[in-house]
């Protein structure tokens, strides 16, 4: 193909390559069947939160990453989508107990809360872009961080679902299947949505938010647009984490849940799905690989390697890991072709 | 077009490296009440390595990092003094207890994290923690799941023991104070009528309200008014007039702190001089602080005190203060009484599997712990005693123990 580098690809690509995803989401739903009895349960816990881990980053990586703003109240929409969901399913199981025996029904309800947690977190999403993305940089990230902390204030003083006290008895209707089929469905639509058109709009706004604007781009609706999506992701990790967690308290919310996840972008690479989706994991399985450390020494220094590991990676490549090269760009020319469905040679790799 | 790409990013760069800089400085500082944990100051062994025969292993989750380090630093050296005192002394049927401590930050996440690795991969019989009820309510259906017991010291939310059957806690539930109080006032200072100012918005002190309010009242005593306030509120005084015109011997204030002392202030500036009582939510140094001098005479309840001279206590405060160096809290004192409890219901199950252990643990009766005779009831929840305490210049005097 002598195709010239197209910096829009065409629409059909991403049917074109939609096996390229479909492939992982069957063996996902096939594994599933397996790896609930089979696997350790603590390895289990650490594969749930690695990958509702990768969904936060990949989709905090829509907004920080791709669009350049820099936004700290991702544990907010997080929570947004968490109490929702948690809260229509503890009404509804404790209406109608006999839907934890049918897993069909439990899935469904599942489905149907997790997108109205998603949707809940997009709306309070919007509501907190649509003033605050005319604002830049620090001072963008001071007031996300500001509406952060209003969310969970708000939830701390809400009786119905808790307040301090928590939200006990949440339904356990998280599983490996959905967990990872969300993992692959977060990556395809933030991967797609980056090199289509409004993708496109998305690296403008980043590169240079003037140009962008006298080319025809609408910023503060591009802005808004990509926030509102990450905060959708946001807020379906949210239920997924309510509904394994089995509990929900405002403090898992705090600022601090906001910059792990920061930090899992941070270090992938801001503008790398592929380099979101390592750092995540990397990041959950590396606070727990050092649990025998602590054992072995019996001193509790486990967060200070950690952070001590997070500076030196972060002095030695202070891109991330993969800066906002993908996986594809290590990849031969003609799989990448396969895969990506252009042949567009991503900046960054030169 | 590239190389304008590449310089551009650069200087964008730049600019989220100061925000790099920032996100890792704060996670340094969310990390730096990390210490050393306290299982070295006293070398404990922690053989994890000996062979399941001849060792008890069992687990404790607590918040040793993290905002409130010092509940979970207290409660752990609770934990390791009972183990000590316990192996010092041939140990549980000739078996040593192992415990494995494990860090959760004070995160309900990270909580049911580690109790998932102490249960399937350092196989524990039994989990000691959480302190707090939201970690422990992370914990509990794990727990409960896996059939292993927990015990927790000191979470005081009904809630935690309703998981399921395998959940003991060893300090009481925030009604129990009430009822506690209302015995105190009636036997102890002999009192007809009592005035009651409750939190709403806060359900301990409704709780406590409501329980003192119904076994006063059955003791026949007469409640001549029951105002209520928000916390944060500042101005009691209507309130406080209210109380004034029915003339009461005492007014129960189950508050924190906080408004305690204001109340303490605003109810002698009115001229009210009766004392005031309330239950553990006062145990601050704050509360001399705010409420000064206007705050003598008052009574409330606690989980033990320093002063108690029962054998028990003197023994394990002395004991404590060899191997810290300082005078044990409260969450020190049931840390400890979480461990001798689940001893003595080992010693006395036939045998060590943990459907004969959790039904010794369930017929617990008049145990004397550190934090009260301690009874097990069929909720299991702890039926013990409480103490009261008296405020004398700011200082907190040991006046009785309360009985359930």
């Known amino acids: 193909m002598t195709k010239t580098p197209s910096t829009h690809p065409k629409g059909q690509s991403g049917l074109r390559t939609l096996w390229v995803w479909l492939a992982p989401l069957a063996v996902i739903l096939i594994?599933?069947?397996?790896?609930?009895?089979?696997m350790d349960p603590y390895f289990y816990t650490i594969l749930m939160y690695a990958g509702i881990n990768i969904i936060l980053a990949v989709s905090l990586n829509l907004v920080n990453g791709f669009t350049g703003q820099f936004s700290m109240g991702h544990a907010g929409f997080m929570s947004v989508g968490g109490y929702l969901a948690a809260f229509i399913t503890t009404h509804v199981v404790s209406a109608n107990p006999e839907i934890m025996n049918n897993p069909v029904q439990g899935n469904l309800l599942l489905f149907g809360t997790l997108l109205l947690g998603g949707t809940g977190a997009a709306i309070a999403g919007y509501i907190v872009g649509l003033p605050s993305l005319r604002l830049k940089g620090d001072y963008l990230?001071?007031?996300?961080?500001?509406?952060?902390?209003?969310?969970?204030?708000?939830?701390?003083?809400?009786?119905a679902i808790g307040g301090a006290r928590g939200m006990p008895n949440i339904p356990s209707l998280t599983s490996f299947g959905w967990v990872y089929s969300l993992v692959i469905v977060t990556t395809f639509a933030v991967w797609r949505l980056v090199n289509s058109a409004h993708g496109r709009a998305f690296l403008s706004v980043r590169e240079d938010e003037i140009a962008a604007e006298s080319m025809g781009v609408n910023t503060t609706k591009t802005k808004v647009r990509a926030f509102v999506i990450g905060a959708f992701f946001a807020g379906v990790a949210g239920g997924l984490f309510a509904h394994y967690l089995r509990y929900l308290n405002p403090a898992t919310f705090d600022f601090n849940r906001s910059f792990e996840i920061i930090i899992m972008v941070v270090l992938g690479g801001m503008g790398s799905v592929t380099g979101s989706i390592v750092a995540a994991v990397l990041l959950t399985v590396l606070k727990e690989a050092l649990r025998p450390l602590q054992e072995l020494t019996r001193l509790d220094f486990r967060m200070v390697i950690y952070s001590l590991m997070l500076i030196i990676l972060m002095l030695t490549k202070p891109n991330g890991l993969f800066g906002t090269r993908e996986i594809s760009d290590f990849l031969p020319e003609g799989l990448r072709k396969k895969i990506t469905g252009s042949n567009k040679p991503k900046e960054g790799a030169a | 077009m590239k190389s304008i790409f590449q310089v551009s990013r650069n200087s964008k760069m730049s600019r989220k490296n100061q925000w790099i800089a920032v996100a890792l400085a704060m996670s340094m500082t969310a990390i730096s009440g990390c210490k050393k944990s306290a299982n070295t100051v006293n070398g404990i062994s922690q053989n994890n390595n000996s062979a399941a025969g001849d060792v008890i292993k069992l687990g404790e989750v607590g918040s040793m990092t993290g905002s409130e380090a010092t509940f979970g630093t207290s409660t752990h050296q609770g934990i390791l003094l009972a183990v000590k005192i316990i192996n010092a002394?041939?140990?549980v049927k000739g078996k040593q207890f192992s415990v494995t401590s494990l860090d959760d930050q004070g995160k309900p996440e990270e909580?049911?994290?580690?109790?998932?690795?102490l249960i399937n991969q350092n196989n524990v019989s039994a989990i000691l923690g959480e302190v707090a009820s939201s970690r422990s309510l992370a914990m509990a259906p794990i727990a409960q799941q896996n059939k292993v017991l927990m015990i927790t010291p000191s979470s005081t939310n009904p809630k935690v023991t309703e998981q399921g059957d395998h959940i003991f806690r060893v300090c009481f539930i925030d009604p129990f104070q009430g009822t506690v109080m209302a015995k105190f006032a009636t036997e102890?200072?002999?009192?007809k009528k009592v005035a009651i100012l409750r939190d709403v918005k806060n359900d301990y002190s409704?709780?406590?309200?409501?329980?003192?309010?119904?076994?006063?009242?059955?003791?026949?005593?007469?409640?001549v008014v029951d105002q209520s306030y928000s916390a944060g509120d500042i101005d009691f005084k209507s309130q406080l007039t209210a109380i004034r015109a029915?003339?009461?011997?005492?007014?129960?204030?189950?508050?924190?702190?906080?408004?305690?002392?204001?109340?303490?202030?605003?109810?002698?500036?009115?001229?009210?001089?009766?004392?005031?009582m309330g239950g553990d939510g006062?145990?601050?140094?704050?509360?001399?602080e705010i409420g000064g001098a206007a705050m003598d005479g008052s009574y409330f309840s606690n989980h033990y005190s320093e002063e108690d001279k029962s054998p028990v206590v003197q023994d394990f405060i002395s004991k404590y203060k060899a191997d810290y160096g300082v005078v044990p809290d409260g969450l020190a004192a049931m840390g400890y009484d979480a461990v001798v409890i689940l001893a003595d219901a080992m010693k006395r199950a036939p045998t060590l599997n943990t459907e004969d252990v959790r039904k010794a643990l369930l017929a617990t009766r008049d145990f004397p712990g550190v934090t009260g005779k301690i009874n097990i009831n069929d909720k299991r929840d702890a039926v013990k005693s409480a103490v009261v305490l008296k405020v004398e210049n700011g200082v907190f005097k040991y006046q009785t123990t309360v009985n359930p």
Do not use: C, H, M
């Open chain 2, 111 to 117: 909580a049911a994290t580690a109790v998932t690795k």
């Open chain 2, 206 to 223: 409704v709780g406590l309200a409501n329980y003192f309010k119904e076994t006063f009242v059955k003791a026949g005593g007469t409640i």
């Open chain 1, 141 to 159: 990230a001071i007031v996300t961080l500001g509406f952060g902390e209003i969310i969970r204030v708000i939830i701390l003083n809400v009786d």
């Open chain 2, 89 to 91: 002394a041939g140990g």
């Open chain 1, 31 to 38: 594994l599933n069947q397996f790896i609930g009895d089979q």
């Open chain 2, 188 to 191: 102890t200072l002999k009192l």
């Open chain 2, 246 to 276: 029915k003339a009461p011997e005492a007014i129960f204030v189950p508050g924190y702190y906080t408004e305690v002392g204001l109340i303490g202030r605003q109810a002698r500036e009115l001229g009210l001089k009766v004392p005031l």
């Open chain 2, 282 to 288: 006062w145990d601050s140094p704050k509360l001399k």
